[in-house]
């Protein structure tokens, strides 16, 4: 009898941390896959996204492609560190649901937009340097691949908005949240509009009547 408590007692104490775990790490769950923590991203995230907003300023002509995945490596540290929906915190929690279904809607988005700028009386006619081929409406083969990356980064934005929105109602009262609402409105306007006329100034190659080209809408 007291050799077999003796017995249970010795395999009743818990190995070491070492032994159970050599790498010194910790241990996943069964059956569950361990992830890289979303706060180790940061810093690589960060400067990806600076890299990738310099690069087409620079170089446009190659690198023009990045500005579909800047905003997403800029935004998504701070959302997922303030709490804000993130997609860093969806993939830390083994749910990636919804990037798949942001990647989906991406596209059925962009199929729609080119089919409706198809037959618009008003259109755009895409070329894109490199990938001018293959055209499905107006828009060329791989086009279409910056419509998917631009639904995670409209959803990054999107998150960042509301975010801004929320803090500003935590730290001001109702009425001066108004008029940094207000400032914050102003604000988008003027950089929509200097988007727009760097559009007609450095992307939009000619302004054409479709009877002057032999196009119908």
Same mark, same amino acid.
């Given at each position: ?30 059956? %569950?896959? &361990? ?11 960060? /400067?990806? *996204?600076? =890299?990738?907003? #310099? !690069? ?32 860093? %915190?969806? &993939? ?11 990647? /989906?809607? *991406?596209? =059925?988005?962009? #199929? !729609? ?105």
């Amino acid at each position: 009898m007291g050799t077999a408590s003796r017995s249970v007692e010795v395999l009743a104490v818990p190995p070491p941390k070492a032994a159970a775990n050599p790498a010194g790490g910790s241990t996943a769950p069964p059956g %569950r896959k &361990r992830t890289l923590s979303g706060r180790k991203l940061y810093k690589p995230f960060i /400067l990806i *996204g600076l =890299l990738f907003l #310099l !690069l087409p300023l620079v170089w446009p002509k190659y690198f023009f492609p990045l500005v579909w995945l800047a905003f997403i490596f800029l935004l998504e540290p701070v959302n997922h560190k303030v709490g804000a929906p993130s997609l860093l %915190r969806q &993939r830390e929690n083994g749910s990636p649901r919804n990037f798949y279904l942001l990647l /989906l809607a *991406g596209a =059925l988005c962009g #199929l !729609l937009w080119e089919l409706w700028n198809f037959r618009a009386g008003s259109k755009w006619i895409y070329t894109i340097p490199h990938a001018g081929f293959l055209k499905i409406f107006e828009m060329p083969l791989l086009g279409f691949l910056g419509f998917p990356p631009f639904a995670l980064e409209c959803y990054a934005m999107t998150a960042g908005f509301f975010l801004l929105i929320s803090k500003i109602r935590e730290k001001y009262p109702p009425l001066p949240a108004l008029y940094v609402y207000t400032a914050v409105a102003v604000l988008i306007v003027l950089f929509d509009l200097l988007v727009f006329a760097g559009i007609d100034r450095f992307t939009v190659i000619s302004f054409q009547d479709f009877n002057s080209i032999g196009v119908r809408p």
